[in-house]
């Protein structure tokens, strides 16, 4: 098939390639008004943005149908990751191959000195990570002075990794009469910035909504329990069964753990993360490209200019941080025309963010509770029956065996042992929390008054090791579904303790109480402050801290029938002190008075604020005026 707008030689090697159209950036990056123009070009992920800027710049390279002989590289291609750099030159070799195109590629964690030889030799094309093509340009090895194209691929990646100076050394080293195309999936400010001070007249091109790149992506918000977010992972997977999976977790440690936890639960898993070498990368990459592997957890930077024909999941474990890159990691699926899901975990604390970023992306996503193992369950008989029932051609063999199985065992006995063994193949779903509208209002929040039980309390009103405890709070209540099933094994793992540590539960409309006994109560903190981050919350939005004062509802009485505070003999915990040792309250030591905090109208003790004393209303002293 013959493309228009372009050399024979392209539309020849797009032809071999299986091409029978070229998507809507491709075809307008080579309408008239593109040619030799600089251009801006916003197009989603996985649009064939590789393709569009090969065929941009055929003009500057072909003549005729060969590249010329070149001493200098005439094009220059700069990408984010290494991956990607890999995946350019891939793609570039094969439209560029029948014009005898000499490419090379510097990247880092390859051989330096092998890529100083091969620009020594002479090509025609460079393509390379800003880091490595800086250091060949400041050792003498790159020379850009010949240059006639510069292209910017995933320019917003570069300049959120920190690429900024490495772009601005590379691009002022290049003649002032290059051409500049900078392709992007998103356009923010900097973008504009860097395209005013290093282009001219560019043309805007920008065809979001329009690519079908991620129309062909179907957008899944599944709500859990923050406990259940792993579960609800090894839910996903197994109901959908993908044939390859990407999972997005925000950092390499947490990357590890997940990448740890599903390999023991038994799926075929790879991770990729800054702390892989080059050589790890390469061998996880090619498992999954081999399926010995089908479930890949990875960084936003690591899985950047990963391209996989058969992913069709991508499952975001954590919340991405913004709407860009939402849109960046769901491009891994959805590519080239093909169907894909994206599936976003939403703990409920975190769903009115979610909500958010998906109206500036203007994604519209499906929102349903996790998959349950019921679901899993039905959905593997599902799959089962289908395997099982599709018309295939037998072996001698296994006919054979099939009449040798029929006359020793019943056909529902040879039946039922082919499902228990196809069942034992794969990993068991998990058991997650109940999601049922039981006792949820319209909004589906749990209904006002709605308390967790707990256990027979003694004489004094209290669970038995609970007479002196210590509260703390939630940053969540109903209006974010808190709910004790899921509150209780966060509480668990956040502080290190068991259920039986854990006292009593009050949901409020914006915020939770609960209590630890004294004892414990300084272990359970510092535990929780080690597993939260700078911002005191965990990776699902959970704030826990201290309440000093407990709920707002009338204070219990212990089994001396004093109101609050400690029994006597107890230890007092340093939760909620003033830097001094004391909490403000004055002298605690003596006589309590009605309110539970000793005499208040006495002097204070030390560390509190002297007597208050009444002051005339007024202007100048006088009495206040009267209200009407």
Same mark, same amino acid.
């Given at each position: 098939?013959? =493309?228009?707008?372009?050399?024979?030689?392209?539309?020849?090697?797009?032809?071999?390639?299986?091409?029978?159209?070229?998507?809507?950036?491709?075809?307008?990056?080579?309408?008239?008004?593109?040619?030799?123009? $600089?251009?801006? %070009?916003?197009?989603?992920?996985?649009?064939?943005?590789?393709? #569009?800027?090969?065929?941009?710049?055929?003009?500057?390279?072909?003549?005729?149908?060969?590249?010329?002989?070149?001493? @200098?590289? &005439?094009? &220059?291609?700069?990408?984010?990751?290494?991956?990607?750099?890999?995946?350019?030159?891939?793609?570039?070799?094969?439209?560029?191959?029948?014009?005898?195109?000499?490419?090379?590629?510097?990247?880092?964690?390859? $051989?330096?000195?092998?890529?100083?030889?091969?620009?020594?030799?002479?090509?025609?094309?460079?393509?390379?990570? *800003?880091?490595?093509?800086?250091?060949?340009?400041?050792?003498?090895?790159?020379?850009?002075?010949?240059?006639?194209?510069?292209?910017?691929?995933?320019? +917003?990646?570069?300049?959120?990794?920190?690429?900024?100076?490495?772009?601005?050394?590379?691009?002022?080293?290049?003649?002032?009469?290059?051409?500049?195309?900078?392709?992007? !999936?998103?356009?923010?400010?900097?973008?504009?910035?860097?395209?005013?001070?290093?282009?001219?007249?560019?043309?805007?091109?920008?065809?979001?909504?329009?690519?079908?790149?991620?129309?062909?992506? !179907?957008?899944?918000? %599944?709500?859990?329990?923050?406990? $259940?977010?792993?579960? #609800?992972? %090894?839910?996903?997977?197994?109901?959908?069964?993908?044939?390859?999976?990407?999972? =997005?977790?925000?950092?390499?440690?947490?990357?590890?753990?997940?990448?740890?936890?599903?390999?023991?639960?038994?799926?075929?898993?790879?991770?990729?993360?800054?702390?892989?070498?080059?050589?790890?990368?390469?061998?996880?990459?090619?498992? &999954?490209?081999?399926?010995? !592997?089908?479930?890949?957890?990875?960084? +936003?930077? !690591?899985?950047?200019?990963?391209?996989?024909?058969?992913?069709? &999941?991508?499952?975001?474990?954590?919340?991405?941080?913004?709407?860009?890159?939402?849109?960046?990691? @769901?491009?891994?699926?959805?590519?080239?025309?093909?169907?894909?899901?994206?599936?976003?975990?939403?703990?409920?604390?975190?769903?009115?963010?979610?909500?958010?970023?998906?109206?500036?992306?203007?994604?519209?996503?499906?929102?349903?509770?996790?998959?349950?193992?019921?679901?899993?369950?039905?959905?593997?008989?599902?799959?089962?029956?289908?395997?099982?029932?599709?018309?295939?051609?037998?072996?001698?063999?296994?006919?054979?065996?099939?009449?040798?199985?029929?006359?020793?065992?019943?056909?529902?006995?040879?039946?039922?042992?082919?499902?228990?063994?196809?069942?034992?193949?794969?990993?068991?779903?998990?058991?997650?929390?109940?999601?049922?509208?039981?006792?949820?209002?319209?909004?589906?929040?749990?209904?006002?008054?709605?308390? =967790?039980?707990?256990?027979?309390?003694?004489?004094?009103?209290?669970?038995?090791?609970?007479?002196?405890?210590?509260?703390?709070?939630?940053?969540?209540?109903?209006?974010?579904?808190?709910?004790?099933?899921?509150?209780?094994?966060?509480?668990?793992?956040?502080?290190?303790?068991?259920?039986?540590?854990?006292?009593?539960?009050?949901?409020?409309?914006?915020?939770?109480?609960?209590?630890?006994?004294?004892?414990?109560?300084?272990?359970?903190?510092?535990?929780?402050?080690?597993?939260?981050?700078?911002?005191?919350?965990?990776?699902?939005? %959970? #704030?826990?801290?201290?309440?000093? $004062?407990?709920?707002?509802?009338?204070?219990?009485? +212990?089994?001396?029938?004093?109101?609050?505070?400690?029994?006597?003999?107890?230890?007092?915990?340093?939760?909620?002190?003033?830097?001094?040792?004391?909490?403000?309250?004055?002298?605690?030591?003596?006589?309590?008075?009605?309110?539970?905090?000793?005499?208040?109208?006495? *002097?204070?003790?030390?560390?509190?604020?002297?007597?208050?004393?009444?002051?005339? =209303?007024?202007?100048?002293?006088?009495?206040?005026?009267?209200?009407?």
């Amino acid at each position: 098939m013959s =493309f228009e707008n372009m050399s024979p030689v392209l539309s020849d090697a797009l032809s071999a390639r299986g091409y029978e159209a070229l998507t809507p950036v491709q075809s307008a990056v080579i309408e008239s008004e593109a040619q030799g123009r $600089d251009l801006v %070009v916003s197009a989603q992920t996985g649009s064939g943005k590789t393709v #569009a800027f090969g065929l941009a710049m055929a003009d500057q390279l072909l003549e005729g149908d060969k590249m010329p002989f070149a001493t @200098s590289p &005439l094009a &220059l291609i700069i990408a984010p990751t290494r991956e990607l750099a890999l995946q350019v030159s891939r793609e570039l070799s094969w439209l560029y191959a029948k014009a005898g195109a000499r490419i090379a590629t510097c990247v880092g964690g390859m $051989d330096a000195s092998k890529e100083r030889r091969a620009l020594s030799q002479g090509v025609q094309v460079v393509v390379g990570t *800003p880091g490595r093509l800086r250091d060949h340009l400041e050792r003498g090895a790159l020379d850009l002075s010949a240059l006639r194209v510069a292209v910017l691929d995933e320019a +917003d990646e570069m300049l959120d990794m920190g690429f900024r100076d490495d772009l601005e050394e590379i691009l002022d080293a290049t003649p002032a009469t290059r051409r500049t195309l900078l392709f992007s !999936a998103t356009m923010p400010k900097p973008i504009v910035q860097l395209a005013k001070r290093y282009q001219q007249n560019a043309l805007r091109i920008s065809t979001v909504g329009e690519d079908r790149g991620h129309g062909d992506i !179907a957008y899944q918000a %599944v709500t859990v329990a923050p406990a $259940d977010i792993e579960g #609800a992972v %090894v839910n996903l997977l197994r109901l959908h069964d993908a044939e390859t999976a990407m999972l =997005f977790c925000a950092t390499r440690d947490n990357v590890r753990r997940l990448h740890a936890s599903l390999v023991e639960r038994g799926f075929a898993a790879v991770a990729l993360s800054g702390e892989h070498s080059q050589n790890e990368r390469n061998h996880a990459l090619q498992a &999954l490209r081999d399926r010995r !592997a089908r479930v890949c957890v990875a960084t +936003d930077v !690591a899985a950047r200019g990963i391209d996989l024909p058969t992913l069709s &999941l991508v499952v975001h474990v954590e919340i991405p941080r913004d709407a860009e890159a939402l849109q960046h990691r @769901s491009g891994r699926t959805g590519r080239a025309g093909k169907k894909g899901t994206a599936v976003i975990i939403v703990p409920y604390p975190r769903r009115r963010r979610v909500d958010g970023m998906l109206r500036g992306a203007r994604i519209e996503a499906e929102w349903m509770d996790a998959p349950t193992a019921a679901d899993v369950r039905k959905r593997d008989q599902e799959r089962l029956i289908e395997k099982l029932l599709a018309p295939v051609e037998h072996e001698p063999e296994d006919l054979e065996l099939a009449q040798r199985l029929m006359a020793e065992r019943s056909a529902e006995d040879i039946a039922a042992s082919l499902v228990r063994a196809h069942r034992a193949l794969m990993p068991p779903p998990e058991d997650l929390l109940d999601n049922s509208p039981r006792g949820r209002d319209s909004a589906g929040r749990p209904e006002r008054g709605e308390r =967790f039980e707990r256990p027979e309390r003694g004489a004094g009103g209290e669970r038995e090791g609970f007479e002196d405890a210590v509260w703390f709070k939630i940053n969540i209540g109903r209006h974010q579904n808190a709910d004790p099933r899921w509150i209780l094994p966060l509480l668990c793992r956040r502080g290190h303790v068991t259920k039986g540590e854990i006292g009593a539960i009050r949901i409020g409309p914006k915020e939770t109480m609960f209590n630890i006994p004294r004892a414990i109560a300084d272990r359970f903190a510092e535990a929780v402050l080690r597993s939260a981050n700078a911002d005191g919350e965990d990776d699902s939005g %959970v #704030a826990i801290t201290p309440a000093p $004062d407990g709920p707002t509802y009338p204070p219990r009485r +212990d089994k001396g029938g004093h109101q609050g505070g400690p029994r006597d003999g107890a230890p007092r915990s340093t939760l909620g002190r003033a830097p001094g040792g004391d909490r403000g309250f004055g002298d605690r030591s003596g006589p309590r008075g009605p309110g539970g905090f000793g005499d208040r109208a006495g *002097p204070r003790g030390p560390g509190g604020k002297p007597p208050y004393k009444a002051k005339p =209303f007024g202007n100048k002293g006088g009495p206040r005026k009267p209200t009407r």
